[in-house]
């Protein structure tokens, strides 16, 4: 707002960072803030999601020609690095004693450290189902996500393994929605990830916040979180994003703030993890 000899005009401005420069987009509203705010809001926003697009789009396409460059064999190879390097990180945020290199010895040698049996059981399960992943172009459903929680968790937490919560459960300050809204608000994320207009990286942002507060299982949803939004992002071409255990606390802070600033977040992060595409 601007005042000129008493009176007031409204102004709305908006500004980003693009190439290690600020830019400021501003729009004249008038005298009155006009009832579709949000809206301009939008327009005004548009010149940095159309610069974002561009980024990720170039990202897609370098990652997809490195893979086509990549024998069989090599390719067969670099999934178990990234099942090894993804499976130790996501487990870890989670708790898990196991080390990368004693994740490594599990996934790659098959052989069990002296380590909590539910630790290695976990890594186990957690790795076979992050590669038949890679391999089922399935859509996301509740009978993938709890066949996946099943998959991972009968073994070590059978009384809850591959059903939605029917208790209430709190993360830190955080209180879940009631267990009697899961379904209705399950089906409705799963509606959401059918969405055509949203850029496929913006979509599971998106999805994973609204997926880790309704926290739709009684443990583990942040590991199934984590392997939707990479299910997602492999099936649509896309290189995906592993969450270090050694950031995690960024990442905490980010499910700590409201959809936009965990948008916001994810999209930085993403960009800085495959910033060497952008080259």
Do not use: C
Request: avoid cysteine; proline fraction near 4%.
């Amino acid at each position: 707002m601007r005042i000129v000899k008493r009176d007031k005009y409204y102004y709305l401005q908006h500004s980003y960072r693009e190439n290690g420069k600020v830019k400021t987009s501003e729009k004249y509203l008038g005298e009155e803030i006009p009832k579709n705010l949000e809206q301009l809001k939008l327009e005004l926003e548009q010149p940095e999601k159309e610069a974002l697009y561009k980024k990720l789009e170039k990202i897609k396409e370098e990652f997809q020609q490195e893979w086509k460059r990549t024998p069989k064999s090599a390719k067969l190879r670099e999934k178990q690095e990234i099942a090894i390097a993804f499976t130790y990180n996501t487990n870890a945020i989670e708790g898990s004693t196991i080390t990368l290199e004693e994740t490594r010895e599990i996934i790659a040698d098959q052989v069990a450290p002296n380590k909590p049996l539910r630790d290695v059981r976990e890594t186990e399960a957690h790795a076979r189902v992050f590669l038949e992943m890679l391999d089922t172009p399935d859509k996301v459903s509740k009978e993938l996500l709890v066949k996946w929680h099943q998959d991972i968790f009968g073994e070590t937490k059978a009384d809850i393994a591959g059903r939605f919560r029917d208790f209430g459960v709190r993360v830190g300050m955080y209180r879940a929605p009631d267990w009697q809204d899961v379904e209705k608000l399950m089906k409705e994320l799963l509606l959401f990830l059918r969405k055509k207009d949203l850029h496929p990286v913006e979509l599971v942002a998106k999805a994973h916040y609204q997926f880790e507060m309704i926290h739709p299982f009684g443990d583990g949803n942040g590991r199934i979180g984590r392997l939707i939004m990479n299910h997602i992002l492999w099936h649509h071409g896309y290189p995906m994003l592993i969450i270090e255990y050694a950031k995690r606390h960024s990442y905490y802070r980010a499910l700590q703030k409201d959809e936009d600033g965990f948008v916001h977040y994810f999209m930085q992060r993403y960009l800085r993890v495959h910033r060497k595409r952008l080259k």
